[in-house]
């Protein structure tokens, strides 16, 4: 199936030069007015748009940025084709959402060029979304089979956010770890119900064999090379490992942990607290910082629950826009 291409300019030559450039290997859509660009972005989905910067009534620029505001059409690639040379322009088409320019006088290598490469990136978001899709799926599987708190990765890959963050992580790198939170307990789809749902204190047994979730969850995920993958392999394998190496399943200690392991052991607890379980009543929060206080050095690596501590406020935004619902 070939890409889909909405093609805009108000110059029928130039759409006439486009539409001989691209016309063997793309599906192509023609628009010679703002108006029409929007009306047309909605209903075929292109997979990139081509917009002139000048036009009469509604300009290159207004028509990004409506295309920009509509849920519809927002993730939509738009590359400006302008003679114009001024930076000024330039700043004002990435300002409103444009991911580059082609200069006119309009050259087809220049043109073919461009236009691959950025379907290339569209391919590579919409390869980044399914992978996310998935995660999202199987963490929500491992959530259904252990204790049905719907919004136990929600909150608790939010919390990790906010810690990461905090800690200097960046907002990529921050997202990353959120976005494999999700993961941290898929190995409970293979613990038996009669375990994974016991309303008593498990016996040493039984404790031996909830443990193994945490191997069953790294053969879930596997060894895709994948960063996102990578991540939550390594939340899944380390995140009951504790500061003073009392943990499982290798006994790590200190800093040999992971410290995306270390950021996820302290969001998983305190949300695990503050919330009603099987086999426990809701603490308040209160209750729940002083027990994790307790815990600090022994658990939880003391700088970091110095500093989830100290973004409390951002914490309980979550735990309230993400409350179960009864």
Known sequence: MHAKIL???????????LRQTLKEDYELFFAKDGK??????????????LLDVLMPLM??????????????TKHIPVIFITSLNDTIDESKGFEVGGVDYISKPIKPITVKARVKTHLTL??????????????????????YKDDDTGQHVSRMSRYAKV????????????????????????GKIGIPDSILMKQAVLTPEERDIMRTHVEIGVKIIGEDPAELFRIARTVAQHHH??????GYP????????????????IADVFDALTNKRPYKPEWSVEQAIEYMLEQRGKHFDPKLLSLFIENMPSILEIKAKFADQN
């Open 122 to 143: 569209v391919d590579i978001a919409e390869l980044r979304r399914t992978q996310l899709q998935i995660i999202e799926c199987l963490g929500r599987a491992a959530e």
């Open 59 to 72: 300009d290159g620029f207004e028509t990004c940025r409506q295309l920009k505001s509509n849920p519809k």
């Open 250 to 265: 290798q006994g790590l200690k200190e800093e040999k942990i992971p410290i995306e392991a270390r950021i996820v052991a």
């Open 36 to 49: 029409t660009t929007l009306q047309l972005a909605e209903q075929n989905k292109p997979d990139l748009i």
């Open 7 to 17: 093609l805009v300019d108000d110059e029928p030559s130039n759409l006439q030069l």
């Open 163 to 186: 810690l990461a963050k905090a800690v200097g992580f960046s907002e990529e790198q921050a997202d990353l770890l959120m976005n494999a939170v999700p993961m941290h307990d898929i």
């Open 241 to 246: 490992e504790k500061w003073d190496g009392s």
